[in-house]
Structure formats: C-alpha cells, structure tokens
C-alpha cells in the first residue's frame, strides 16, 4: 500500500497567515491527489482534486501543487473558518490511502 | 443537491454483526462509485471499501477483508456495508462517499460524504 505522510502534524497560525502542508508519498503518484478540510464533528470536505484542482465553491485562498511523491497545500491568507484539520488521500491506486493529518489550531 | 443519510450504526458485542445502509438522493446513483470510509474516535480517515456503478469492481481495505461486505442496490439508491465478526478497532464513525468517477481508475476521490454512523465495538 502507499504510504502517505503529511507534516506538520500541527501548528499554530494566525488570521492572515500564509500557511503550506506538505504530503509525501512513498511511491509515485503522478497528480492522482486530493486534500480534504474537516471540522470537529463534521464529515471532511473535498477543496483540492488531481493536486492542483479547485473543488467547485472552495475559495481561491487554497491552492494545491505537485506531482509524483510531493505534494503542498498552501491557504494563502489563513481565515477564521480555515482552522480545521486537513488530510491528503492518494487516489493512485487502490488501497486508498490517506495521510495522518494536519491540524491547523489559532495562535 | 447530492444527499448521503447512513444508518444502521449502533453498540454491537466483539464478534458480532451490523448492517450499515446509506441512501443516495440528489444525483444518478448508478452512474456512481460509491465508498466507505471509517474514523476512529480522534483518530485519522481510513479508507474501507468501493464499489464500482454497476458492481463489477470492489475493493477492500486488508484490515476489512473476508469480514465486511460492501453491496448496492441501484433500483433503491442505497448502499450497504454488512460487518461481521466486528473487532474493538473497527469503532469508528462510517462515512457513506460518493465516486468521482463509474469505475473503479485512477481519480477516485469523494467529492461528497454523509454525516457519518457510529459503531461501537464493545462487550
């Protein structure tokens, strides 16, 4: 199975704050790659697709890039509903794998 | 608007059984890979199972395999998840998911989700 690592696995960020996660793969991947917000309580949400793809109704402050086994998503201006814990799922082959998350917590 | 409503979750002794459905609205069911995805209390996703449209390709986690059953019935728009011989590990909340895509290739994501089903595994 492919291993998907994300890092950091926490930090804290202010509003406004320009902030990237970084996800690796232990095998190639080409751009078969999706990011997903979740909330406390809530089912996650797809904002990123094919590594670079903008989920439609996602805002544009989110941006994905990458290919192969590196892969960052970047929120460009960290806003009050942003904080939330973030996960990377390779869509490559099957088992689908996800990363171990990220949660972004407020400074 | 796509909707996914799971039930069936509940409290269910080591070794026992539960069927977990999911009913699909808002979207043509049968054009749709469906999935499971699982999460343990204040742990990570964990992917469990697909199904292609029309049945022809499942997957399973290795965790899940030769336990859990995953069906569709596309008349009904409903998704199942028949567990058995269930462990303490497999308590998690379930995710009903939908497909990007009608196979089973490469790109598939989960553009949309349900609330979620609890299941506890406990004697």
């Known amino acids: 199975a492919i291993r998907m690592t994300q890092s950091p696995s926490s930090f804290s960020a202010s509003t406004g704050d320009r902030v990237t996660i970084t996800c690796r793969a232990s095998q190639g991947i080409s751009s078969y790659l999706a990011w997903y917000q979740q909330k406390p309580g809530k089912a996650p949400k797809l904002l990123i697709y094919?590594?670079?793809t903008l989920q439609s109704g996602v805002p544009s402050r989110f941006s994905g890039s990458g290919s192969g086994t590196d892969f960052t998503l970047t929120i460009s201006s960290l806003q009050p509903d942003d904080f939330a814990t973030y996960y990377c799922?390779?869509?490559?082959?099957?088992?689908?794998?996800f990363g171990g998350g990220t949660k972004v917590e407020i400074k | 608007e796509v909707q996914l409503v799971e039930s069936g979750g509940g409290l269910v002794k080591p070794g026992g059984s539960l069927r977990l459905s999911c009913a699909a609205s808002?979207?043509?069911?049968?054009?749709?890979?469906m999935n499971w995805v699982r999460q343990a209390p204040g742990k990570g996703l964990e992917w469990v199972s697909s199904i292609s449209s029309s049945s022809t390709y499942i997957y399973y986690a290795d965790s899940v395999k030769g336990r859990f059953t995953i069906s569709r019935d596309n008349a009904k728009n409903s998704l199942f998840l028949q567990m058995n011989s269930l462990r303490a590990e497999d308590t998690a909340v379930y995710y009903c998911?939908?497909?990007?895509?009608?196979?089973?290739?490469?790109?598939?994501?989960?553009?949309?989700w349900g609330q979620g089903t609890l299941v506890t595994v406990s004697s």
């Open positions: 799922q390779q869509a490559n082959s099957f088992p689908l794998t």
């Open positions: 808002g979207f043509t069911f049968s054009s749709y890979s």
């Open positions: 094919a590594a670079s």
């Open positions: 998911a939908r497909g990007s895509n009608s196979g089973l290739v490469q790109g598939e994501y989960f553009p949309h």
